[in-house]
């Protein structure tokens, strides 16, 4: 079939919008509260709220606090409902590490659900206590959660769904942009109006996949950071690339002379291109960002993306490039079909032309 791959990309766009909205989150903790500093020899009772539970109290439900290798479980708990548990604990004299602060990660599990943490959830503070307690260990007796769920991320919670629709687009808008360079390339050694043709069209779709990558940040900003436009480094150069290939427009604006046109703005897509990379890709790595990728971060490692979610998370970016793709090239032709109106509107008007009148 001659437009499979056409096929392919609505298929692929199709399954990662439902998939995307429709899959669950796996079971998390919103929040763990306690009344007091705790020190070692301390009882301490947590008050967990979970998220997408499902505790009953006719069910084994768990507690742990986990630090590394060391966890202690809880002696009691008692089930208030289906996302709120009350885990006591008794805690050892002695913290098993040489700190004298430590974070621990509350982890509850159940048969239902699995298990679900917060990490960094009880502050233990060494202090000077003879009372003994429980003792540590180094296994948790745990339940594997759901096959088919997207990870809880604390604070993401439900917006990491736009994983699958915030970042294949600049996926999409990158690649677009290099077939863009290839063209330009292609047009500056061949001086072929086709190359420059397609360029523009691929540098169109490429600029609306980011703008459309740039609206779907401010919304996710606006959940997590409290705000759609912080000035975050990562948001300022992305804006910034933006503007640069908005310029491509305005500099194909300026001039009437058709290769002069085709031939400053193919110079200027490398360049621009090139700008983009080092703006998006690199600067944000040295910088102070709250966005993943700061830091050397690439921002999909296994913190970011689990196995499930990559099963959504990979084809949305094929199915998004391919669409782009398809859209760019249906632009090309309509330019090309232009092209060739207007170079046959021109040569009959000079063929019409009087003799006289050169």
Do not use: C
């Amino acid at each position: 079939m001659k437009h499979w791959w056409k096929v392919l990309a609505s298929g692929l766009i199709a399954y990662s919008i439902i998939a995307g909205m429709l899959v669950p989150l796996s079971p998390g903790i919103l929040r763990v509260h306690y009344d007091r500093a705790v020190s070692p020899g301390d009882e301490l009772s947590l008050d967990i709220v979970g998220y997408n539970t499902h505790w009953t109290p006719d069910q084994t439900v768990s507690a742990y606090l986990r630090h590394e290798e060391q966890a202690l479980k809880a002696y009691r708990i008692k089930v208030f409902d289906q996302d709120s548990v009350r885990a006591f604990f008794d805690l050892p004299a002695e913290l098993p590490f040489d700190k004298a602060s430590v974070l621990f990660t509350a982890v509850v599990d159940s048969e239902s659900d699995g298990f679900a943490i917060l990490p960094d959830a009880v502050a233990v503070t060494l202090a000077d206590s003879t009372r003994g307690g429980q003792k540590w260990s180094s296994e948790m007796d745990l339940h594997q959660r759901p096959l088919m769920t997207f990870p809880y991320r604390s604070i993401l919670e439900e917006t990491i769904r736009n994983t699958y629709y915030h970042v294949p687009m600049w996926f999409a808008m990158t690649l677009l942009f290099f077939v863009s360079v290839v063209l330009s390339i292609l047009y500056l050694t061949s001086n072929k109006v086709k190359y420059d043709l397609a360029s523009q069209s691929f540098i169109e779709i490429g600029v609306i996949y980011g703008l459309l990558g740039l609206i779907t940040g401010m919304l996710w900003a606006t959940y997590t950071w409290g705000e759609p436009w912080s000035w975050d480094v990562k948001q300022t150069v992305s804006a910034l690339a933006l503007l640069i290939y908005l310029a491509y427009f305005v500099l194909r604006g300026a001039f009437d002379d058709a290769d002069m046109k085709a031939r400053l703005s193919s110079v200027y897509s490398i360049f621009a291109f090139a700008a983009m990379i080092a703006l998006i890709f690199v600067v944000p790595r040295y910088a102070q960002s709250l966005h993943p990728g700061a830091g050397g971060n690439t921002g999909l490692g296994s913190e970011d993306l689990d196995n499930t979610m990559r099963m959504v998370f990979y084809p949305a970016i094929i199915g998004w490039i391919l669409f782009g793709t398809w859209i760019a090239l249906l632009l090309y032709r309509i330019r090309k079909i232009k092209n060739k109106f207007l170079i046959d509107e021109q040569a009959k008007a000079t063929k019409d032309r009087p003799l006289d009148s050169f």
